[in-house]
């Protein structure tokens, strides 16, 4: 009988988590497994796999067959890479000890890769933070300014050439009053 790796869909709805199981390929797909061997959250970002790798491998040299969407996943998680090494380890192509080396040379790159994705990632949403602080800081500048145009009051032109002739009275005949200047200069100032 045929064996597959494949998803099994447990979760709510439109919430799904799946296991990653070895099952024979005519059991029902949520059914009746022979191993669970990891999971799959496609609902986080970045989607989360939690895998026993050695388990994988395992039953990939055995003969297991991954379906379309297990294959993308075991690949994504170097699994599938180390298969090959370790078919070239059972060849005598490789020795095992550069076979380790080579997926973990591997593992390290991919690692970076996903920092510096990560990285590119929390960058770009900083950046479109900012640019929207900035309009969101622009709207209300404007708003600002219409309101304030909106509510300042203008002098009428006639009042101005009295009150300048008022204070140029006032300093005529009185030469000690004071207080009577920043009366008349209040009304200007407003």
Known sequence: MAVKIRLSRRGRKRMAIYDIVVAESTSPRDGRFIEKIGSYNPNTDPSTVVLKSER????????????????SVLSHEGIMYRKHLQVGVNKGAITQEQADEKFTTWKDDKENRKAGSADTKTQTKEQARAARLE????????RAEAIA?????????A????????????PATEAAAPEE??????PAAE
Do not use: F, I, M
């Not at 309009?135 to 404007?142: F, G, L, Q, S, T």
């Not at 145009?149 to 032109?157: G, L, S, Y």
């Not at 009042?159 to 006032?170: C, G, M, N, Q």
């Open 149 to 157: 145009k909106k509510n300042k009051v203008e002098e009428p032109v």
């Open 56 to 71: 994988a491998v395992h039953w990939l040299l055995v003969g297991a067959q991954p379906t379309d969407t297990a294959r």
């Open 181 to 186: 200047t920043p009366v008349a200069d209040a």
């Open 159 to 170: 009042e101005a050439p009295a009150v300048e002739a008022a204070v140029e009275e006032a």
């Open 135 to 142: 309009a969101e800081r622009k709207v209300n500048e404007a």
